[in-house]
Protein backbone atom coordinates (compact mmCIF):
# COMPACT_ATOMS: atom_id res chain seq x y z
CA UNK A 1 0.00 0.00 0.00
CA UNK A 2 2.40 2.61 1.04
CA UNK A 3 5.13 1.62 -2.03
CA UNK A 4 1.99 1.95 -4.17
CA UNK A 5 0.86 5.79 -2.60
CA UNK A 6 4.71 6.37 -3.23
CA UNK A 7 4.61 5.51 -6.46
CA UNK A 8 1.78 7.57 -7.52
CA UNK A 9 3.14 10.70 -5.51
CA UNK A 10 6.03 10.27 -7.91
CA UNK A 11 4.43 10.15 -10.61
CA UNK A 12 2.19 12.96 -10.39
CA UNK A 13 5.47 14.97 -9.28
CA UNK A 14 6.69 14.28 -12.73
CA UNK A 15 3.87 15.20 -14.56
CA UNK A 16 3.62 18.63 -12.81
CA UNK A 17 7.38 19.03 -13.50
CA UNK A 18 6.77 18.12 -17.48
CA UNK A 19 3.29 18.93 -18.13
CA UNK A 20 2.97 21.12 -21.51
CA UNK A 21 2.16 24.81 -21.03
CA UNK A 22 -2.07 24.57 -20.02
CA UNK A 23 -2.02 28.79 -21.85
CA UNK A 24 0.22 30.25 -23.78
CA UNK A 25 2.94 31.82 -22.36
CA UNK A 26 4.99 35.54 -22.95
CA UNK A 27 8.48 36.49 -22.26
CA UNK A 28 11.54 37.43 -24.50
CA UNK A 29 13.33 34.91 -27.31
CA UNK A 30 16.82 34.61 -28.31
CA UNK A 31 18.77 33.03 -30.62
CA UNK A 32 21.13 30.12 -30.19
CA UNK A 33 24.79 30.85 -30.04
CA UNK A 34 25.65 27.67 -32.17
CA UNK A 35 29.48 26.32 -31.84
CA UNK A 36 28.27 23.33 -33.29
CA UNK A 37 28.04 19.95 -31.05
CA UNK A 38 24.90 18.20 -29.86
CA UNK A 39 21.69 19.62 -27.86
CA UNK A 40 20.12 18.27 -24.42
CA UNK A 41 18.23 15.90 -26.06
CA UNK A 42 21.35 14.01 -28.36
CA UNK A 43 20.81 15.64 -31.57
CA UNK A 44 23.49 17.40 -33.41
CA UNK A 45 22.65 21.22 -33.41
CA UNK A 46 21.37 22.47 -36.45
CA UNK A 47 20.88 26.54 -37.33
CA UNK A 48 19.39 25.99 -40.32
CA UNK A 49 16.77 23.98 -38.68
CA UNK A 50 13.23 24.72 -36.96
CA UNK A 51 13.81 24.20 -33.42
CA UNK A 52 14.61 25.44 -30.15
CA UNK A 53 15.35 25.45 -26.41
CA UNK A 54 12.65 25.76 -23.39
CA UNK A 55 13.65 24.84 -19.96
CA UNK A 56 10.53 22.25 -19.01
CA UNK A 57 8.43 21.14 -22.26
CA UNK A 58 9.52 17.45 -23.05
CA UNK A 59 11.99 17.12 -25.93
CA UNK A 60 9.73 16.89 -29.43
CA UNK A 61 7.29 19.28 -28.29
CA UNK A 62 5.63 21.66 -31.23
CA UNK A 63 5.73 24.93 -30.08
CA UNK A 64 3.95 27.99 -32.40
CA UNK A 65 6.66 31.14 -31.26
CA UNK A 66 4.46 34.44 -32.59
CA UNK A 67 6.85 37.38 -32.36
CA UNK A 68 4.64 40.29 -30.78
CA UNK A 69 5.97 43.15 -32.42
CA UNK A 70 5.07 42.06 -36.01
CA UNK A 71 2.69 39.34 -35.54
CA UNK A 72 4.50 36.71 -37.52
CA UNK A 73 4.98 33.16 -35.98
CA UNK A 74 6.81 29.82 -36.79
CA UNK A 75 6.28 26.16 -35.03
CA UNK A 76 9.32 24.79 -33.93
CA UNK A 77 10.15 21.49 -32.16
CA UNK A 78 12.08 21.54 -28.49
CA UNK A 79 15.38 19.67 -29.00
CA UNK A 80 17.38 21.61 -26.15
CA UNK A 81 17.38 23.14 -22.69
CA UNK A 82 17.10 26.62 -22.17
CA UNK A 83 17.21 30.06 -21.88
CA UNK A 84 19.08 30.26 -18.44
CA UNK A 85 18.55 33.87 -18.56
CA UNK A 86 16.13 35.57 -16.27
CA UNK A 87 12.76 36.93 -18.46
CA UNK A 88 13.81 34.96 -21.62
CA UNK A 89 11.30 31.55 -22.25
CA UNK A 90 12.64 30.27 -25.19
CA UNK A 91 16.00 30.02 -27.71
CA UNK A 92 15.23 29.51 -31.19
CA UNK A 93 17.94 28.71 -34.22
CA UNK A 94 19.39 31.15 -36.55
CA UNK A 95 16.59 29.84 -39.05
CA UNK A 96 13.56 30.22 -36.90
CA UNK A 97 14.66 33.50 -36.05
CA UNK A 98 14.61 34.72 -39.67
CA UNK A 99 10.84 33.43 -39.98
CA UNK A 100 9.94 35.82 -37.04
CA UNK A 101 11.66 38.26 -38.30
CA UNK A 102 13.85 39.74 -35.69
CA UNK A 103 17.64 39.36 -34.78
CA UNK A 104 18.92 39.36 -31.06
CA UNK A 105 15.56 39.66 -28.73
CA UNK A 106 12.01 39.68 -29.57
CA UNK A 107 8.76 39.73 -27.62
CA UNK A 108 6.53 36.54 -28.14
CA UNK A 109 4.34 34.49 -27.21
CA UNK A 110 4.42 30.27 -26.95
CA UNK A 111 1.50 28.09 -27.39
CA UNK A 112 1.32 24.46 -27.78
CA UNK A 113 0.64 23.95 -31.64
CA UNK A 114 -1.42 20.84 -32.61
Known sequence: MVTRLIAALCGAAMLFAFAPMAQAQSGIASIYGYKGGKTAS???????GLTAAHRTLPFGTHVRVTNKRNGR??????NDRGPFIRGRVIDVTPAAARALGFSGLAPVTLEIAG
Open 42 to 48: GERAAPG
Open 73 to 78: SVVVRI
